[in-house]
């Protein structure tokens, strides 16, 4: 590629500049190299490194809002190490990002083989699928919220009052275990339809020949899953797992339109608390040193998925052995 | 005292232009004024205004504050443009406002935003003092909110107030034995107990709800002589009454119905009009919502709807406090004299009596002349609301008011306190600590 746009360049050198000065610029490979760049370097700095800039300045503040504040070092982060409010949104976040991603990659999974099958009305079941991720999250976070009202739960009233299976409404998140597990599900459902389809179209990639080549040798379904599926679908496992991770790890609608963090901070996520604290609460020092905090569990996070997952030498570019 | 350069007396224009209106409604003439030296401000020349507002609480709320508005331009020749803004934002805008120096020249906005951004205020002392002498004195919160802290100067001038006493089902009380609301504790809590046991149990919300729940924990520390801060705004809240309150909270929450700590700011509202609940706390949109239904068996929760003070446990007044505006002038503000005038003008009688009417009870008001009007009267439903500012209670009672209260207020602080113990996660030792804790971090920055 290098010498397919070298080749006009060095010929048009030799020609004597016609346009002067700002022809030779252009031709100038450095300037070329950095013109170029500079939108995407634009971008990036308006829209990502200053916010994270300002972020990491806004932790070692004090602002609140209404006051710019002053620097105070890494005070919030020590307040912070003191504060079992925020271990416990750390804890809640990993545990939620744990458990929630392994039930939407086994479920997903789950759903992409069977879509992956010749099964009636394939495209509209596959379009159906994706609804959970179409429907703007605040929206079925409150049609979550509705169902796992104390008062008005759509699942207790089946349970108690259609099928008398049980005498009381389930207090779904009136307990802090059982709030985080209704949150977790809640979560799930709507993380599969990501997963699922990701994976789908990973499977279609692999070559159906290689299906026909094993069960001419006999493979059975579960050496076909285990020999086939699931080293191929692994670079796209890796993907999209890094990606449900981070969404799952930084996941802030779903929580906060069901329970505000509620009962008494014991499912807060570090997102939630992060926002609870800099706007409501109005410390945006404080709350950025919880967003901030974010940033190594993220990388370690990332790191660990794309990493453990799919360090393949063929991600590398080598032949596998 | 009233008369410095800055104003004048009634002009004759503004006479004219008055004198019919005062006519015009029936209203003002419930209204005692005391003869004192009549305020006013002169405009200054092309003068204009821009007005943030919160967004209504019902329709009159805000056709007659914009008729009043077009009164006050067509008498003054000010233009002036008011902006209702969401209940969540003003705050925040207040802050923009507040910081840039540039925006609004009046924001009616929250009761602490005076005490928080008073450096950038314009001092509103004179007419501070003319509407309380001529309109029978300020309730205590207003006076709370509108001067400074521990002293004679009016940051703001508050407007109203929005409180919020019990709401309960008249025939489930009687039911359970009690023609009214009990006005000591044990006799609320053997109410509440009885109210279970005819399985109409009462809630209040311990959820993150920002209003209800925090009107609910302000209740239970109150009732028992417990506060947040003292009066230097030292944090208190790890005492001996807080210990009572707590304990107290744990048995009442025995007779509640399950889910109240789920219950975000709807939760009391949705489970009192499904009928599930019979005694809860709230503001009159409840009730409100209710009447106006066009479900009759709504209509009927409605008609059995009344409205009393919370119990007073040790306290001398019912420990409630009431979300509270007023209204502040910026420094910037090219033409503070026109929004001087503008405030009068809209505080007074001709203008106030109406718009208040019109809001239904929604807003109490803060001057206490307006509160023998006659609506207050017409729907006894609505007494309880009728004095929603004469209370000496405020978030962050008795501190100095600061940004920090609100701060615990929308951290939670206090709700999650009783939340972790109600729930017997929490020890009231621990959870008087760790809330104490939070609260000092705000404190301390604010």
Not at chain 1, 172 to 183: D, H, K, Q
Not at chain 1, 243 to 248: D, M, P, Q, R
Not at chain 2, 94 to 110: L, Q, R
């Given at each position: 590629m290098g010498t397919a746009i070298q080749a006009p360049a060095r010929d048009h050198r030799f020609v004597p500049a016609p346009g002067g000065w700002l022809t030779r610029l252009f031709d100038y490979k450095p300037f070329l190299v950095f013109l170029c760049l500079l939108p995407t370097v634009g971008l990036l700095t308006v829209f990502l490194t200053y916010p994270l800039g300002l972020g990491?300045?806004?932790?070692?503040?004090?602002?609140?809002?209404?006051?710019?504040?002053?620097?105070?070092?890494?005070?919030?982060?020590?307040?912070?190490?003191?504060?079992?409010?925020?271990?416990m949104s750390v804890t809640n976040t990993i545990f939620y990002t744990t458990v929630a991603t392994a039930g939407k990659f086994a479920l997903g999974l789950w759903l992409a083989l069977l879509l992956n099958n010749n099964i009636p009305f394939k495209a509209f079941l596959r379009a159906i699928v994706l609804l959970p991720w179409i429907v703007p999250t605040v929206l079925s976070a409150i049609a979550w919220w509705w169902i796992y009202s104390p008062q008005f739960s759509i699942v207790s009233y089946l349970l108690v009052d259609v099928l008398h299976l049980s005498d009381r409404y389930f207090d779904f998140l009136g307990t802090p275990w059982a709030a985080r597990c209704s949150l977790i599900v809640a979560n799930v459902w709507r993380g599969i339809p990501f997963v699922a389809i990701t994976l789908l179209a990973g499977l279609q990639t692999i070559s159906p020949s290689l299906y026909e080549a094993a069960l001419l040798d006999g493979a059975t379904g579960w050496q076909r899953f285990r020999r086939i599926t699931v080293p191929l679908l692994l670079p796209i496992l890796s993907v999209a797992l890094t990606l449900s991770v981070l969404f799952t790890f930084s996941d802030f609608q779903l929580v906060y339109a069901i329970t505000r963090g509620g009962p008494f901070n014991t499912t807060h996520l570090m997102a939630t608390l992060a926002f609870q604290r800099a706007i409501p609460g109005a410390q945006l020092g404080e709350g950025a040193a919880i967003a901030v905090s974010m940033i190594p569990f993220l990388i370690v996070a990332t790191l660990l998925c794309f990493f453990g997952v799919g360090r393949r030498k063929w991600q590398q570019g080598e032949a596998n052995d | 005292m009233l008369i410095t350069r800055r104003n004048t007396l009634l002009g004759s224009a503004a006479l004219g232009?008055?004198?019919?209106l005062v006519g015009a409604r029936a209203a003002v003439d419930d209204v005692p004024t005391a003869n004192v030296k009549p305020l006013q401000y002169k405009p200054e020349p092309g003068a204009s205004l821009h007005i943030l507002r919160p967004a209504k609480f019902v329709d009159p709320d805000e056709t007659i504050w914009r008729a009043n508005t077009k009164k006050f331009s067509d008498t003054t020749g000010v233009e002036v443009k008011v902006d209702l803004v969401g209940w969540e934002d003003i705050a925040s805008q207040t802050a923009v406002v507040a910081n840039t120096g540039a925006g609004a020249d009046v924001i009616v906005g929250f009761g602490p935003s005076a005490h928080i951004y008073q450096s950038k205020l314009i001092d509103l002392t004179e007419l501070g003092e003319y509407l309380g002498a001529k309109y029978g004195g300020w309730y205590q919160l207003g006076q709370i909110y509108g001067r400074k802290w521990g002293g004679k100067e009016w940051l703001g001038i508050p407007m109203g107030g929005t409180g919020g006493p019990a709401v309960y089902r008249q025939s489930w009380v009687k039911e359970a034995g009690y023609?009214?609301?009990?006005?000591?504790?044990?006799?609320?809590l053997d109410l509440c107990t009885k109210l279970q046991k005819i399985g109409h149990p009462s809630g209040f919300s311990l959820g993150h709800a920002v209003g209800d729940g925090n009107a609910y924990a302000a209740f239970l520390l109150w009732s028992h002589g417990a506060y947040l801060v003292d009066e230097k705004g030292k944090i208190a809240l790890d005492s001996k009454e807080t210990q009572q309150a707590m304990k107290y909270a744990v048995e009442l929450q025995k007779t509640l119905i399950p889910g109240t700590l789920t219950w975000n700011d709807v939760g009391n509202n949705q489970a009192y009009t499904a009928g599930q609940i019979s005694l809860t706390q709230n503001g009159v949109s409840l009730y409100y919502s209710l009447k106006n239904s066009s479900d009759p068996a709504l209509k009927a929760i409605a008609a059995d709807t009344m409205h009393e003070p919370m119990p007073l446990g040790v306290s001398k007044v019912r420990p409630e406090t009431c979300l509270a505006i007023s209204a502040t002038v910026f420094k910037h503000t090219k033409f503070p004299n026109a929004a001087k005038e503008y405030i009068r003008f809209m505080m007074e009688a001709e203008q106030y009596g109406p718009w208040l009417e019109g809001c239904l009870g929604y807003w109490c008001q803060p001057l206490k002349a307006y509160s023998s009007m006659k609506f207050w009267q017409q729907d006894p439903k609505l007494t309880a609301y009728a004095t929603s500012m004469d209370t000496p209670y405020y978030h962050g009672y008795k501190g100095p008011i600061s940004a920090a209260a609100a701060a615990v207020l929308n951290n939670y602080t206090l709700v999650d306190m009783f939340a972790s113990v109600v729930t017997g996660n929490t020890t009231p030792q621990e959870a008087a600590k760790l809330a104490a804790r939070q609260a000092e971090r705000y404190y301390k920055t604010a």
């Amino acid at each position: 590629m290098g010498t397919a746009i070298q080749a006009p360049a060095r010929d048009h050198r030799f020609v004597p500049a016609p346009g002067g000065w700002l022809t030779r610029l252009f031709d100038y490979k450095p300037f070329l190299v950095f013109l170029c760049l500079l939108p995407t370097v634009g971008l990036l700095t308006v829209f990502l490194t200053y916010p994270l800039g300002l972020g990491i300045w806004l932790s070692m503040t004090d602002s609140t809002i209404g006051q710019a504040g002053d620097f105070i070092g890494l005070e919030n982060f020590q307040d912070l190490w003191d504060d079992p409010v925020f271990w416990m949104s750390v804890t809640n976040t990993i545990f939620y990002t744990t458990v929630a991603t392994a039930g939407k990659f086994a479920l997903g999974l789950w759903l992409a083989l069977l879509l992956n099958n010749n099964i009636p009305f394939k495209a509209f079941l596959r379009a159906i699928v994706l609804l959970p991720w179409i429907v703007p999250t605040v929206l079925s976070a409150i049609a979550w919220w509705w169902i796992y009202s104390p008062q008005f739960s759509i699942v207790s009233y089946l349970l108690v009052d259609v099928l008398h299976l049980s005498d009381r409404y389930f207090d779904f998140l009136g307990t802090p275990w059982a709030a985080r597990c209704s949150l977790i599900v809640a979560n799930v459902w709507r993380g599969i339809p990501f997963v699922a389809i990701t994976l789908l179209a990973g499977l279609q990639t692999i070559s159906p020949s290689l299906y026909e080549a094993a069960l001419l040798d006999g493979a059975t379904g579960w050496q076909r899953f285990r020999r086939i599926t699931v080293p191929l679908l692994l670079p796209i496992l890796s993907v999209a797992l890094t990606l449900s991770v981070l969404f799952t790890f930084s996941d802030f609608q779903l929580v906060y339109a069901i329970t505000r963090g509620g009962p008494f901070n014991t499912t807060h996520l570090m997102a939630t608390l992060a926002f609870q604290r800099a706007i409501p609460g109005a410390q945006l020092g404080e709350g950025a040193a919880i967003a901030v905090s974010m940033i190594p569990f993220l990388i370690v996070a990332t790191l660990l998925c794309f990493f453990g997952v799919g360090r393949r030498k063929w991600q590398q570019g080598e032949a596998n052995d | 005292m009233l008369i410095t350069r800055r104003n004048t007396l009634l002009g004759s224009a503004a006479l004219g232009a008055s004198v019919p209106l005062v006519g015009a409604r029936a209203a003002v003439d419930d209204v005692p004024t005391a003869n004192v030296k009549p305020l006013q401000y002169k405009p200054e020349p092309g003068a204009s205004l821009h007005i943030l507002r919160p967004a209504k609480f019902v329709d009159p709320d805000e056709t007659i504050w914009r008729a009043n508005t077009k009164k006050f331009s067509d008498t003054t020749g000010v233009e002036v443009k008011v902006d209702l803004v969401g209940w969540e934002d003003i705050a925040s805008q207040t802050a923009v406002v507040a910081n840039t120096g540039a925006g609004a020249d009046v924001i009616v906005g929250f009761g602490p935003s005076a005490h928080i951004y008073q450096s950038k205020l314009i001092d509103l002392t004179e007419l501070g003092e003319y509407l309380g002498a001529k309109y029978g004195g300020w309730y205590q919160l207003g006076q709370i909110y509108g001067r400074k802290w521990g002293g004679k100067e009016w940051l703001g001038i508050p407007m109203g107030g929005t409180g919020g006493p019990a709401v309960y089902r008249q025939s489930w009380v009687k039911e359970a034995g009690y023609d009214h609301i009990p006005r000591d504790l044990p006799g609320f809590l053997d109410l509440c107990t009885k109210l279970q046991k005819i399985g109409h149990p009462s809630g209040f919300s311990l959820g993150h709800a920002v209003g209800d729940g925090n009107a609910y924990a302000a209740f239970l520390l109150w009732s028992h002589g417990a506060y947040l801060v003292d009066e230097k705004g030292k944090i208190a809240l790890d005492s001996k009454e807080t210990q009572q309150a707590m304990k107290y909270a744990v048995e009442l929450q025995k007779t509640l119905i399950p889910g109240t700590l789920t219950w975000n700011d709807v939760g009391n509202n949705q489970a009192y009009t499904a009928g599930q609940i019979s005694l809860t706390q709230n503001g009159v949109s409840l009730y409100y919502s209710l009447k106006n239904s066009s479900d009759p068996a709504l209509k009927a929760i409605a008609a059995d709807t009344m409205h009393e003070p919370m119990p007073l446990g040790v306290s001398k007044v019912r420990p409630e406090t009431c979300l509270a505006i007023s209204a502040t002038v910026f420094k910037h503000t090219k033409f503070p004299n026109a929004a001087k005038e503008y405030i009068r003008f809209m505080m007074e009688a001709e203008q106030y009596g109406p718009w208040l009417e019109g809001c239904l009870g929604y807003w109490c008001q803060p001057l206490k002349a307006y509160s023998s009007m006659k609506f207050w009267q017409q729907d006894p439903k609505l007494t309880a609301y009728a004095t929603s500012m004469d209370t000496p209670y405020y978030h962050g009672y008795k501190g100095p008011i600061s940004a920090a209260a609100a701060a615990v207020l929308n951290n939670y602080t206090l709700v999650d306190m009783f939340a972790s113990v109600v729930t017997g996660n929490t020890t009231p030792q621990e959870a008087a600590k760790l809330a104490a804790r939070q609260a000092e971090r705000y404190y301390k920055t604010a």
